[in-house]
């Protein structure tokens, strides 16, 4: 079942982002940003559909899209913590898109010659998506770094909090040694290449992590996933097998 | 923030040989992210296959109070407007 639980990594990493980014939904700090950050979130929902209906379909269980994103807790979810941050100042929620970004584009550029069909055909799609997250994201990465002192600080404020989080992108995790997707460590030297860019226009430094955070894939996450669920999973809970 | 930032026009192109057509306006901080907002904001229905922005400062319009002596004398012109021949159907859209 190692691709089953490879899968569900990806899917849960993209459902919990999505999640994440939608809460900004009527609350962005401006209303064009407001209009760009569910389209973003729509991107990343879409793709974790796909593959949750692929999951579904490579477990053999009779588990679907709902069952698969609305019945399990939270230990039995995969996703890398960086994805699972609560959105903090608007620096945080788009620096940590621009990281996750970063990964995933050439991660989906890698895995276009997937030997998996579905994987492939995400692949093509959403790695025009991710370029677009990148560039939006980047811009104000790049906006707020070099802006005025107050966004300066919280940008760097923003690189301290979440840098701890990016070692854990490039672990193999359930995909190790899996054909079918591409391996994560070799990403490493285009992400650093895309951050490092980016870095240098926004006068932001690249931190020294002493301690990088790490458990996600085992299902070890921080309080703010718990959180997160409960909302995210309450109707389907209280409601079980309800359609509209 | 709305107060510091520049207000911009948006002009999608809908289909290759279509001219860009005036859809709205939005708010932005320079150009890149203008373009970067125009995309979220006005293509998010497959509207377009190319955008313009240009910041609405820049824009020089013709003034209300002139309207009349701008549009009216070409009222009566009916001569102008091609209704006096038919179109062949081969030719399609003009």
């Known amino acids: 079942m190692a691709l089953f639980d490879a899968v569900l990594e990806l899917a849960d990493d993209h459902l919990v982002l999505g999640h994440r980014i939608s809460e900004w939904c009527g609350h962005a700090p401006m209303l064009e940003e407001d209009l760009a950050m569910p389209n973003m979130a729509l991107d990343l929902i879409g793709t974790a559909r796909v593959l949750y209906d692929h999951a579904g379909k490579l477990e053999g269980q009779g588990r679907d899209e709902d069952v698969l994103a609305y019945t399990r807790g939270e230990r039995e979810y995969r996703n890398c913590l960086l994805v699972e941050r609560e959105n903090g100042d608007f620096a945080v929620t788009m620096l940590r898109q621009f990281y996750f970004a970063a990964f995933m584009e050439p991660y989906w550029q890698a895995a276009a010659n997937s030997s998996d069909a579905v994987i492939a055909g995400v692949a093509g799609k959403a790695v025009k998506e991710m370029a677009y997250h990148i560039r939006h994201a980047g811009e104000w990465v790049i906006r707020l770094g070099d802006g005025t002192e107050e966004s300066a600080a919280k940008m760097r404020d923003a690189v301290d909090e979440l840098h701890r989080y990016t070692g854990e992108l490039f672990e193999e995790g359930a995909a190790e040694g899996e054909d079918a997707l591409p391996s994560r460590a070799s990403i490493r030297p285009a992400w650093e290449a895309t951050v490092a860019g980016v870095f240098a226009e926004a006068n932001l430094e690249m931190p020294e992590v002493r301690y990088a955070q790490t458990g996600g894939r085992n299902g070890i996450h921080g309080e703010a996933l718990g959180h997160m669920l409960a909302e995210m999973q309450v109707l389907a809970r209280a409601h079980p097998g309800a359609v509209w | ?94």
């Open chain 2, 1 to 94: 923030m709305a107060n510091e930032t520049p207000l911009w026009e948006v002009f999608i192109r809908p289909r290759n040989g279509l001219s860009h057509k005036h859809v709205g306006s939005l708010h932005a901080a320079d150009e890149v992210l203008a373009l970067n907002a125009a995309r979220d904001v006005y293509t998010r229905r497959s509207e377009g296959t190319s955008i313009w922005v240009v910041r609405s400062s820049q824009i020089v319009a013709s003034d209300p109070d002139q309207a009349e002596e701008n549009f009216e004398p070409t009222g009566d012109k009916i001569y102008r407007h091609p209704t006096f021949y038919d179109i062949p159907e081969e030719v399609g859209h003009m």
